[in-house]
């Protein structure tokens, strides 16, 4: 049983409530950061503790944090990013629906540390009821004193507000949501000025995803070096995962980013296996941008040696073996699925969710799914699948924000990977309709096909 | 239908609008429009947007070009419940293509269509969050998931018992 600081009471009966939730020791690290710390220490704590960005980009928040400008007499604000789009990625919903009062104490204290008066929760349109739920979770902690004005007495002012998208994966990205919080559309911004400079109103602004502000929690009561402890390298602390696709026990675990990927996949603790006894084919281990990897190549790295769940383990080998922890989003595929078919659904939607604004993307991403479609559907010629290969190729960095890099990183792996399959479906357009490829070249090394 | 907020939505309205410094009252405009959504029919009319232009002072065609790139507006009628059913990369692999075909064959209609008795539209939506309880679809403001073809049908039936009985 690995160490759990997120989720270690999520099954107590009422922890939804702020009664039962207090009466857990919530609510402490807001007592310790405003009484005992001062803004400065705070910010210390966190770069000591070694958090980093648990939205996907894994950037250190202490750092991000003390980028932020405080020019004399301009409000500044943190913004908590609960867009949650990443395809396979599902644990800040967790997180809000069933421990809403931790993120809410994370916010208290990252606005204090940031100063910011008035903070929001940007969250994705469709997590309605979540929305409801978050904002009863504020008007308890309001009522017991833990927003409003000069909380315990401190002079510090804080109120909380939430704000639902309208369904659009582009506005994860922070300068996004920045524009759609000013009532804008989801439109990415040119960098520089960050955020951390101008951000929303043009005002110095801090956005953190919400996994990120909740683990400010167990920071602060541990302290930053004791949370740095936990973990392995530039890994630390804990990471929520969020496993689907073809697994026994889907759902969202919190793990400690020691341990390896095929006990994550196999053991009972966890995903409990491949579903239906069926063999593992292949696996996006930290959101849908992520880069595909077979089997052999996810449990073990290039060089042979186990692969763990953290960020330094899943990378290594860079995009030519490796991959990336990402957003926590893993998604495994077994011997039945069709990595064309799955690339293809995958292209749709970065289609569907490019804002526009750059050529290379916009074109790019519906270009590559008319491709995918041509070749699932058994029209491809071999042409196409170098075609996919330079289509990629043109997008990736070549656009305002990253959406273009994680619609061209999926094609990218599944081509560089998985070839012959794109191949076996242009020589095989009829057979490739009622059947599939199947296993062919990517059995789990370990759990070796019977 | 009268495009005027009443006493209980304009309340509402007020609340989303007090919740940003003044002078930035555009920023209450997605939540205003899905206040809008829910009081006047389910989809925003041009009428729908250019009350919401006028209450928040903007032009109209600020409202416009927010609510055509936001994927949860619908800009023309729809049925009384929308059958919103996820299609990306982890709902596919667990089985999504079926409940989609399951759906289109029972309704009788396709993807975008509302059924003849004015009572469920069907849209095919991109990843909502809920890959680990997949397949699934959004209705309304809940989430109906690890869907298999009997589910669909008890989820059809209580929709029109609900139906029935208003």
Same mark, same amino acid.
């Given at each position: 049983?690995?160490?759990?600081?997120?989720?270690?009471?999520?099954?107590?009966?009422?922890?939804?409530?702020?009664?039962?939730y207090?009466?857990?020791?919530?609510?402490?690290?807001v007592?310790?950061?405003?009484k005992?710390?001062t803004?400065d220490?705070i910010?210390?704590?966190?770069?000591?503790?070694?958090?980093?960005?648990? %939205?996907?980009?894994?950037?250190?928040?202490?750092?991000?944090?003390?980028?932020i400008?405080?020019p004399?007499?301009?409000?500044?604000?943190?913004?908590?990013?609960?867009?949650?789009?990443?395809? %396979?990625?599902?644990?800040?919903?967790?997180?809000?629906?069933?421990?809403?009062?931790l993120?809410?104490?994370?916010l208290?204290?990252?606005?204090y540390?940031?100063?910011?008066?008035?903070?929001?929760?940007?969250?994705?349109?469709?997590?309605?009821?979540?929305?409801?739920?978050?904002?009863?979770?504020?008007?308890?902690?309001?009522?017991?004193?833990?927003?409003?004005?000069?909380?315990?007495?401190?002079?510090?002012d804080?109120n909380?507000?939430?704000?639902?998208g309208?369904g659009?994966?582009?506005?994860?990205?922070?300068t996004?949501?920045?524009?759609?919080?000013?009532?804008?559309?989801?439109?990415?911004?040119i960098?520089?000025?960050?955020?951390?400079?101008q951000?929303?109103?043009?005002?110095?602004?801090?956005?953190?995803?919400?996994?990120?502000?909740?683990?400010?929690?167990p920071?602060?009561?541990?302290?930053?070096?004791?949370?740095?402890?936990?973990?392995?390298?530039?890994?630390?602390?804990?990471?929520?995962?969020?496993? $689907?696709?073809n697994?026994?026990?889907?759902?969202?675990?919190?793990?400690?980013?020691?341990?390896?990927?095929?006990?994550?996949?196999?053991?009972?603790e966890?995903? %409990?296996?491949?579903?239906?006894g069926?063999?593992?084919?292949? $696996?996006?281990?930290?959101?849908?941008?992520v880069?595909?990897l077979?089997?052999n190549?996810?449990?073990?790295?290039?060089?042979?040696?186990p692969?763990?769940?953290?960020?330094?383990?899943?990378?290594?080998?860079?995009?030519?073996?490796?991959?990336?922890?990402?957003?926590?989003?893993?998604?495994?595929?077994?011997e039945?699925?069709?990595?064309?078919?799955?690339?293809?659904?995958?292209?749709?939607?970065?289609?569907?969710?490019?804002?526009?604004?750059?050529?290379p993307?916009?074109?790019?991403?519906?270009w590559?799914?008319?491709?995918l479609?041509?070749?699932?559907?058994?029209?491809?010629?071999?042409s196409?699948?170098?075609?996919?290969?330079d289509?990629?190729?043109?997008?990736?960095?070549?656009?305002?924000?990253?959406?273009?890099?994680?619609?061209?990183?999926?094609?990218?792996?599944?081509?560089?990977?998985?070839?012959?399959?794109?191949?076996?479906?242009?020589?095989?357009?009829?057979?490739?309709?009622t059947?599939?490829?199947?296993l062919?070249?990517?059995a789990?090394?370990?759990?070796?096909?019977? | 239908?009268?495009?005027?907020?009443?006493?209980?939505?304009m309340?509402?309205?007020?609340r989303?609008?007090?919740?940003? #410094?003044?002078?930035?009252?555009?920023?209450?405009?997605?939540?205003a429009?899905?206040?809008?959504?829910?009081?006047?029919?389910?989809?925003?009319?041009?009428?729908?947007?250019?009350?919401?232009?006028?209450?928040?002072?903007?032009? #109209?065609?600020?409202?416009?070009?927010?609510a055509?790139f936001?994927s949860?507006?619908?800009?023309?009628p729809?049925?009384?419940?929308?059958?919103?059913?996820c299609?990306t990369?982890?709902?596919?692999i667990?089985?999504?293509?079926?409940?989609?075909?399951?759906?289109?064959?029972?309704?009788?209609?396709? #993807?975008g269509?509302?059924?003849?008795?004015?009572?469920?539209?069907?849209?095919?939506?991109?990843?909502?969050?809920?890959?680990?309880?997949? #397949?699934?679809?959004?209705?309304?403001?809940?989430?109906?998931?690890?869907?298999?073809?009997?589910?669909?049908?008890?989820i059809?039936?209580?929709?029109?018992?609900?139906a029935?009985?208003?």
């Amino acid at each position: 049983m690995g160490v759990k600081l997120l989720l270690d009471k999520a099954n107590v009966p009422g922890i939804r409530t702020y009664d039962v939730y207090r009466r857990e020791g919530g609510y402490r690290s807001v007592e310790k950061a405003l009484k005992e710390m001062t803004t400065d220490t705070i910010v210390e704590e966190v770069k000591k503790s070694g958090l980093r960005g648990r %939205g996907g980009a894994g950037f250190p928040t202490g750092m991000k944090w003390s980028f932020i400008a405080k020019p004399e007499g301009v409000p500044r604000h943190l913004v908590c990013n609960a867009d949650e789009s990443e395809p %396979g990625t599902f644990k800040d919903r967790y997180l809000m629906e069933f421990l809403p009062h931790l993120l809410i104490e994370g916010l208290i204290v990252s606005s204090y540390a940031l100063g910011s008066n008035d903070t929001y929760i940007y969250i994705r349109g469709e997590y309605a009821w979540i929305t409801d739920i978050l904002e009863q979770a504020i008007d308890e902690a309001k009522a017991a004193g833990w927003l409003g004005k000069n909380i315990l007495g401190t002079g510090f002012d804080c109120n909380i507000h939430v704000q639902r998208g309208a369904g659009a994966y582009i506005c994860g990205e922070e300068t996004a949501l920045i524009e759609s919080l000013e009532g804008n559309r989801g439109n990415p911004r040119i960098k520089p000025p960050f955020p951390a400079i101008q951000g929303v109103w043009m005002r110095p602004t801090v956005v953190n995803n919400v996994e990120t502000l909740a683990a400010i929690v167990p920071i602060i009561n541990l302290g930053g070096e004791e949370y740095a402890k936990i973990g392995v390298g530039k890994s630390t602390g804990t990471k929520l995962i969020s496993a $689907c696709g073809n697994i026994n026990k889907p759902g969202v675990y919190e793990i400690d980013m020691t341990i390896t990927v095929e006990e994550f996949i196999y053991s009972d603790e966890y995903c %409990g296996g491949i579903k239906d006894g069926k063999k593992l084919k292949a $696996c996006i281990p930290g959101g849908s941008s992520v880069p595909i990897l077979p089997a052999n190549l996810l449990l073990t790295t290039a060089k042979g040696e186990p692969r763990y769940m953290n960020y330094e383990s899943l990378s290594d080998g860079g995009f030519a073996t490796g991959s990336m922890l990402g957003s926590g989003g893993f998604i495994v595929l077994d011997e039945d699925q069709c990595i064309v078919k799955n690339t293809y659904t995958l292209a749709r939607f970065y289609r569907h969710e490019s804002c526009g604004q750059c050529s290379p993307c916009r074109e790019g991403t519906g270009w590559m799914e008319k491709i995918l479609q041509k070749i699932e559907t058994g029209k491809g010629e071999m042409s196409d699948i170098d075609l996919l290969w330079d289509i990629q190729r043109k997008i990736e960095g070549n656009t305002i924000c990253p959406l273009g890099d994680a619609a061209a990183w999926p094609v990218a792996a599944a081509i560089r990977h998985f070839r012959d399959e794109f191949e076996w479906h242009v020589n095989n357009p009829e057979l490739s309709q009622t059947s599939n490829f199947g296993l062919q070249h990517y059995a789990d090394p370990i759990h070796v096909p019977a | 239908m009268a495009t005027i907020f009443n006493d209980t939505q304009m309340t509402e309205f007020k609340r989303l609008v007090a919740r940003y #410094p003044e002078g930035k009252q555009k920023s209450a405009l997605l939540p205003a429009l899905h206040l809008a959504q829910d009081s006047f029919g389910g989809w925003l009319s041009t009428e729908t947007m250019d009350y919401v232009a006028s209450l928040l002072t903007i032009e #109209p065609i600020e409202v416009y070009e927010v609510a055509t790139f936001y994927s949860m507006y619908n800009l023309k009628p729809v049925g009384k419940f929308v059958f919103e059913v996820c299609q990306t990369g982890p709902c596919m692999i667990s089985g999504s293509d079926n409940i989609i075909d399951y759906l289109k064959k029972t309704l009788d209609i396709k #993807p975008g269509e509302t059924t003849k008795d004015g009572l469920f539209t069907l849209k095919l939506v991109e990843c909502l969050g809920a890959c680990g309880y997949a #397949p699934m679809m959004q209705v309304g403001k809940i989430y109906k998931e690890h869907l298999t073809k009997e589910k669909v049908d008890s989820i059809i039936a209580e929709y029109k018992a609900q139906a029935a009985n208003n």
